[in-house]
């Protein structure tokens, strides 16, 4: 699993943010289950997502960006 995304970003500003690598996604800020998210954080944040790939019997991997 991986995420994409614009690292640093101005207060005040929004970025998308996408995982992949995986068939389905749990964002721990959120609980988001989309490949994609948008985020506006008011200061240093780091996002988490879960990816679980169904094609490897339920192999889990979480990343951190």
Request: hydrophobic share 30%; net charge negative.
């Amino acid at each position: 699993v991986t995420i994409s995304g614009i690292s640093t970003i101005c207060n005040g500003q929004s970025t998308s943010l996408t995982a992949s690598g995986a068939v389905s996604y749990s964002w721990l800020l959120g609980g988001q289950t989309s490949p994609g998210i948008t985020v506006n954080p008011a200061g240093a944040t780091t996002y988490s997502v879960t990816g679980t790939d169904a094609q490897t019997e339920g192999c889990v991997k979480a990343v951190d960006y």
